[in-house]
């Protein structure tokens, strides 16, 4: 996605035990989708919620907390399901300024505000539980 960030899941960034369960369900579609609304979730939740960040926010230079404004911000607002298949689901947003509060920047200085459920090309925790707890119902 140019000037925007996104992130591809597939059954390989997964747990085995719930990779085991995801090959029960055929066509996968439908549960990829119901896994990317899941992951837009948990993103657009780590907006407020510290806990579900990958990694603490650090403050700005004049030491107060940093933010990114959540509802009414147009980043919140972009992060969405961009592709879902059998293979998998992507999620990302569109807005150029997505990709360098998620890692950082280099010729910019700034330090990574990740909201994306990912870090160091893994899944967070929130993430591998949000995707269990959606395969589980699912399979109900």
């Not at 090959?23 to 979730?41: H, M, Y």
């Amino acid at each position: 996605m140019p000037n925007g960030f996104s992130i591809r899941l597939t059954r390989d960034d997964i747990t085995p035990d719930v990779r085991k369960r995801l090959r029960k369900v055929k066509p996968a579609t439908s549960l990829n989708r119901a896994i990317g609304v899941g992951l837009v979730g948990l993103t657009k939740e780590a907006f407020n919620n510290a806990s579900l960040r990958p990694a603490p926010w650090v403050n700005k230079k004049d030491g107060s907390p940093a933010t990114l404004k959540s509802r009414e911000a147009s980043m919140w607002r972009s992060i969405r399901i961009l592709q879902v298949s059998g293979a998998g689901v992507d999620i990302g947003s569109d807005r150029p300024y997505a990709s360098i509060h998620q890692l950082g920047g280099r010729s910019r200085p700034m330090p990574a505000r990740p909201f994306f459920p990912v870090l160091n090309g893994k899944l967070t925790a929130p993430a591998l539980r949000r995707i269990s707890d959606i395969t589980e119902a699912f399979l109900k």
